[in-house]
Antibody, heavy 117, light 110 residues
């Protein structure tokens, strides 16, 4: 069964750092495009970042320079390193695969990140 | 990149059809046939319903269909059922490895 499971969310103070993990099963992370999408409480979906199978990475302007997407091929796991966190980064973070190329077809259950003092 | 524009809410009675619009620009919706639609029930992860404008993943009911005209994409749900009540989001590839979502539409089945 194709599945994504995120971990690593929690309460963090402004300016702090957090690393989210997304363990995949049923397919190979390194062979596919993978993304992070977030949803602030009561708000809509916002694309955050993508990593291509070749390793190229791209970010939304709102997180560029602060967030880093990466993967560990041996663990079949996707990561999102979040630095210099701000209150506006508070959201549920979903990892998603793009097995069909440009659509987010498999989603994890999400992990909540709360940035507050 | 600005968010795509969706109506905040739509409603319909069981058995009826509804259409949700998603308006972008010539840089995103108008340039690529890469619009996707997602259904999200409260407290749940989004679910892909339509990709590449009009294609349905296996397991998605054929009551869901997608189309595009110019800078506007549309999702039509026919034969409305109670379980269709959810939030719906459109998304478009916007070039240069960026994606943009719509603000979301709350569907109420009366």
């Amino acid at each position: 069964e194709v599945q994504l499971v995120e971990t690593g969310g929690g309460l963090i103070q402004p300016g702090g750092s957090l690393r989210l993990s997304c363990a995949a099963s049923g397919f190979t992370v390194s062979s596919n495009y993978m993304s992070w999408v977030r949803q602030a409480p009561g708000k809509g979906l916002e694309w955050v970042s993508v990593i291509y199978s070749g390793g190229s990475t791209y970010y939304a302007d709102s997180v560029k320079g602060r967030f880093t997407i990466s993967r560990d091929n041996s663990k079949n796991t996707l990561y999102l390193q979040m630095n210099s966190l701000r209150a506006e980064d508070t959201a549920v973070y979903y990892c998603a695969s793009l097995l069909r190329g440009y659509a987010f077809d498999i989603w994890g259950q999400g992990t909540m990140v709360t940035v507050s003092s | 990149q600005s968010a795509l524009t969706q109506p905040a809410s739509v409603s319909g009675s069981p058995g009826q059809s509804i259409t949700i619009s998603c308006t972008g620009t010539s840089s995103d919706v108008g340039s690529y046939n890469l619009v996707s639609w997602y259904q999200q029930h409260p407290g749940k992860a989004p679910k892909l319903m339509i990709y590449e404008g009009s294609k349905r993943p296996s397991g998605v009911s054929n009551r869901f269909s997608g189309s595009k005209s110019g800078n506007t994409a549309s999702l039509t749900i026919s034969g409305l059922q109670a379980e269709d009540e959810a939030d719906y989001y459109c998304c478009s590839y916007a070039g240069s490895s960026f994606w943009v979502f719509g603000g979301g539409t709350k569907l109420t089945v009366l």
